[in-house]
């Protein structure tokens, strides 16, 4: 598991997640979005493969079918949910 940021800009809110760095990265956005809204208590209106996760140290959109692992993200970083 990697500790991680998330900025949630549209919320205005980070967040800290443990992620599966085994798990695709569309489906940990899609986790990540289901906690959110849980506890925000929000309704999300856009599209599954409307979620992205970018990591803004190395500017760039992480690939929903690639894994954390093999992305190089690592406990302690910050990612942004859009």
Do not use: H, W
Not at 1 to 19: A, E
Not at 32 to 43: F, G, K, T, V
Not at 45 to 51: I, M, N
Not at 52 to 62: A, E, V
Request: charged share 25%.
């Amino acid at each position: 598991m990697i500790l991680v940021d998330i900025d949630v800009p549209v919320m205005g809110k980070r967040y800290d997640f443990q992620i599966d760095e085994n798990m695709q990265l569309g489906m940990v956005a899609r986790q990540i979005r289901d906690m959110i809204c849980l506890q925000e208590q929000c309704a999300f209106t856009g599209k599954d493969e409307d979620l992205m996760l970018c990591d803004p140290s190395g500017r760039r959109i992480l690939p929903p079918e690639r894994t954390a692992g093999d992305c190089g993200i690592t406990t302690g970083m910050s990612l942004v949910l859009v």
